[in-house]
C-alpha cells in the first residue's frame, strides 16, 4: 500500500541553524502540506502546496519557513533559522483530489 | 474560521468496557470530519471519517462515530476497548472549500487499564 515517507525520524540541531525536512508524498498526489505539533500540543496547520505554489498558509508559517517541491517527488520544508521554539513534530501530508489526506510518520525536530 | 474542541483531555477506562471520546466543532460552512488515532511515537493513522450519508460510520479497530448536524458533534465510540486502544484520538474537520486544510482538536489521552 502506497504511503508517505519523511526523513530524518529526528533531526538536532543549534539555534540559528538551518534545516531541511523532507516528504516523499504517495506518487500520484496533487496536494500536499505540513503541518506541526508541539510536545503536548494539538496539530496545527502550516502550509498546503498545490501546483508548485503555496496555496495556503497560517500565522506560523512566517519568511523563516519555505516549502519546495524540487523534482516532482519530494516536498520539502526548510526552516532558515531555527529558533527553541520550532522545537516540534513536523508532519507531511498528502492528496489526491478527494479530501482524505496521508499522512507521513513524522519528523521530530529538536532545537537546542 | 473552523475550531473543534475536545473537552476530555484523558480518559482512563478498564479493558473490555465502552468508550466514548467526545468532539465538538464550530464551522460557517460545512465540513467533512474525521478521526485519527496517534500511538506513542508514530505518525496520525485514520480511524473513520464522516463526508456525507449515513450520519453513523464504522471505521477501523471496532470504532465508529455519530455526526450530528444540530449539535455539531462527532463522538467516537467502542463497545468494548483492549488494551491495545491505548494511543492520543484526534478529531479532525476540514472545510468543502479552499485548500481543505485539516483544523484538529486538542486531543484525548485514551488509557485503558487492566
Known amino acids: 500500500e502506497p504511503e508517505v515517507t519523511q526523513t530524518p525520524s529526528h533531526q538536532v540541531t543549534q539555534m540559528g541553524q538551518e534545516v531541511i525536512l523532507r516528504c516523499v508524498p504517495i506518487s500520484n498526489h496533487l496536494y500536499f502540506y505540513w503541518y506541526r505539533q508541539i510536545l503536548g500540543q494539538k496539530v496545527e496547520f502550516l502550509v498546503s502546496?498545490?501546483?508548485?505554489?503555496?496555496?495556503?498558509k497560517s500565522e506560523i508559517f512566517d519568511d523563516q519557513f519555505s516549502v519546495e517541491r524540487p523534482d516532482g517527488s519530494n516536498f520539502t520544508l526548510k526552516i532558515r533559522s531555527t529558533k527553541l521554539e520550532d522545537s516540534a513534530m513536523y508532519f507531511c501530508a498528502s492528496r489526491w483530489t478527494d479530501n482524505e489526506q496521508f499522512f507521513g510518520p513524522g519528523t521530530r525536530l529538536t532545537v537546542l | 474560521a473552523q475550531s473543534v474542541t475536545q473537552l476530555d483531555s484523558q480518559v482512563p477506562v478498564f479493558e473490555e468496557a465502552p468508550v466514548e471520546l467526545r468532539c465538538n466543532y464550530s464551522?460557517?460552512?460545512?465540513?467533512?470530519l474525521f478521526w485519527y488515532v496517534q500511538y506513542p511515537n508514530q505518525g496520525l493513522q485514520l480511524l473513520l471519517k464522516?463526508?456525507?450519508?449515513?450520519?453513523l460510520v464504522k471505521g477501523i479497530n471496532g470504532f465508529e462515530a455519530e455526526f450530528n448536524k444540530s449539535q455539531t458533534s462527532f463522538h467516537l465510540r467502542k463497545p468494548s476497548v483492549h488494551i491495545s486502544d491505548t494511543a492520543e484520538y484526534f478529531c479532525a474537520v476540514t472545510p468543502l472549500q479552499g485548500t481543505y486544510k485539516y483544523i484538529f482538536g486538542t486531543g484525548t489521552r485514551l488509557k485503558v487499564l487492566a
Open positions: 464551522s460557517s460552512v460545512s465540513v467533512y
Open positions: 502546496f498545490y501546483n508548485n505554489e503555496i496555496s495556503e
Open positions: 464522516y463526508l456525507s450519508g449515513s450520519t
